[in-house]
């Protein structure tokens, strides 16, 4: 009997670490809440990946804002999807380039192609940082208002764009 109360222990630690693992399980890892959904975009004056110009403003229409960089892997395996969304769906996109070098910047756009409107630079993460960002890839649903009305973090693809598109459309 007292061998028995020896295993007292190892059951409790064997039951909480199955209370941990089934709970992890139910996490929708897809889903980090931001705070600025429903509130205006930030503003910003930074310049442009492209022709290095100053903007301060997003379109006055419905765009996705798609937070990448060319030391992200995650950005590359996404990067064909977002082309495929500016070309065949006519989807407008911008691009903030974060924490990243023009240059470098226009080499993968041309290599890679460019689904962008335009990019805004952000090289010391300070919109980024205002918005929220975890990490790159990021993308924000914002409306013609400049509202931000979705967030999401990870690669834009077929998936995650069947709840995303929807979304998107209702904008316009």
């Not at 240059?103 to 689904?115: D, E, R």
Request: proline letters at 7%; charged letters at 25%.
């Amino acid at each position: 009997m007292n061998r028995l109360k020896l295993f007292i222990p190892l059951a409790v630690f064997v039951a909480i670490g199955i209370l941990f693992w089934v709970g992890l399980g139910k996490e929708d890892k897809d889903v980090l809440p931001s705070p600025l959904i429903g509130k205006p975009f930030p503003q910003f004056i930074l310049k442009t990946v492209e022709s290095g110009e100053e903007t301060n403003h997003l379109p006055e229409e419905p765009v996705l804002v798609n937070v990448w960089a060319t030391w992200c892997p995650t950005c590359k395996a996404e990067h064909a999807f977002l082309n495929k969304l500016a070309e065949e769906q006519g989807i407008k996109i911008v691009g903030i380039n974060y924490k990243d070098d023009d240059f470098k910047a226009k080499q993968w756009l041309k290599a890679y192609g460019n689904p962008y409107l335009f990019n805004i630079a952000d090289p010391d993460g300070q919109l980024g940082l205002e918005l929220g960002v975890y990490g790159a890839p990021e993308t924000f649903l914002v409306d013609s208002q400049g509202i931000i009305r979705a967030k999401h973090v990870g690669d834009l693809n077929a998936t995650v764009w069947e709840k995303l598109g929807p979304e998107f459309e209702a904008l316009k």
